[in-house]
């Protein structure tokens, strides 16, 4: 389903402009407890594609609610809503549990359930996990159910059975949740999809996809399967964000649009991709991304001529979590690719707090690589990434 024929106007431009100016206005004690969210003149709208085999609608541009969040209100949720980013992607572990807890305060102030698609994970794939998670889940959430349910960070293919299966299909009789499916970020996403391909009970994958991927054979073919079986496509970690900033990083040199909003118009492009999840943790990142979406013109070729020079010149800073490909020549339990991937939450999204309580939860034998060479790990590196460097700056910041 291709974007709306739909260009933005100039009234709408100047309305989303004054976006980030909003954040005084909908301070929580605006409205008493008890009251509703007011009635607004109609703003433009994110628009919006079919998620798959659910046939529903969901907006392009969808809420990641990884993210320290204001318990009694917190107004960049008000502000998703406001242009039609209703889709909420939450999930057990997210700020230790309280981005739950403040999207359930939030719903219950709106006081309309069905304004919103709620989406949330377990981290724990048996049968049992999974409903005791989601139990917790809707707990916080104040709700009775929730839109789909992900097996969070799924690695093990074994779970892709029969038994999950069974959980799923009660879960939605019991009316606790409307669709399944699993998010992946491993070095086997084209693997575990290829597998869903196969599967009718998976309704949707929310999977790692971004500009830098564009070129991978294996991947584009477990996304052509799951597109053909009519699986929910979700991408996510779109911005292909650099392992670590300490080094001096290429600047992306586009024309209309800048890198961020220019890697998701390259991902809307897909035909396959219903949605993709950002997490917008400002504002400003908000107005720049509602408008990227509003705005239904494709990327210039010169935009796309400077996202590829840039996936060219920082492609030695990225790590694609290929673990099973430089792990071959380190010692078992150490992680480069789940260590990386926190050392960029750390320097490049500024998520210091969060990286270093996840590497904490990482087991010991994880964490303990200060006499491990890395020199014939990092030769066997696709992407020539310089995992020694990158290993003892996560060694300083994150321990």
């Not at 046939?55 to 990884?66: A, F, H, N, T, V």
């Not at 400077?306 to 992680?335: N, S, V």
């Amino acid at each position: 389903m291709n974007l709306p024929e739909r260009k933005i106007s100039r009234r709408e431009l100047l309305k989303l402009g004054g976006l980030a100016g909003l954040a005084g206005a909908l301070r929580p004690t605006a409205w008493a407890a008890e009251e509703a969210m007011p009635a607004e003149p109609a703003l433009p709208q994110v628009p919006r594609r079919v998620l798959g085999k659910t046939g529903e609608k969901i907006p392009i541009l969808l809420m990641g609610m990884s993210l320290k969040l204001d318990q009694k209100f917190d107004p960049r949720l008000a502000e998703a809503l406001r242009f039609g980013v209703y889709y909420y992607d939450n999930a057990r572990g997210y700020a230790n549990g309280t981005s739950e807890t403040a999207m359930g305060n939030f719903m219950e102030r709106v006081g309309d359930r069905k304004k919103f698609w709620i989406t949330t994970k377990s981290p724990d794939h048996t049968p049992e996990g999974m409903e005791r998670n989601l139990a917790e889940s809707l707990r916080q959430l104040k709700t009775d159910y929730v839109d789909l349910f992900f097996m969070h960070a799924l690695r093990d293919k074994k779970y892709l059975s029969a038994e999950t299966a069974a959980a799923a299909a009660k879960l939605k009789k019991e009316g606790k949740i409307r669709y399944f499916g699993f998010s992946c970020h491993n070095e086997n996403v084209a693997e575990l999809m290829q597998e869903a391909a196969k599967l009718p009970w998976i309704d949707a994958i929310m999977f790692k996809y971004n500009f830098r991927d564009y070129g991978n054979k294996e991947l584009n073919d477990a996304m052509d399967a799951c597109h053909k079986a009519n699986i929910g496509l979700i991408a996510m970690k779109t911005q292909g964000s650099a392992v670590s900033f300490e080094d001096r990083v290429a600047k992306f040199a586009g024309g209309k649009w800048n890198r961020h909003q220019a890697v998701l118009k390259a991902v809307w492009a897909d035909v396959r991709i219903a949605a993709a999840v950002s997490q917008m943790d400002t504002l400003e990142k908000m107005k720049e991304n509602i408008a990227a979406a509003l705005d239904s013109s494709p990327l210039s070729a010169a935009d796309q001529a400077a996202l590829r020079r840039y996936a060219d010149e920082t492609a030695h800073l990225y790590c694609a979590g290929c673990q099973h490909i430089c792990g071959q020549a380190l010692p078992p339990g150490i992680q480069v690719g789940t260590t990386l991937r926190y050392l960029m939450y750390h320097d490049s999204y500024g998520y210091a707090d969060e990286a270093r309580q996840l590497f904490a939860e990482l087991p010991a034998e994880a964490r303990q690589w200060q006499h491990v060479d890395f020199t014939q790990a990092a030769a066997l590196c696709p992407r020539r990434v310089d995992i020694a460097q990158h290993m003892r700056r996560a060694a300083e910041v994150l321990a």
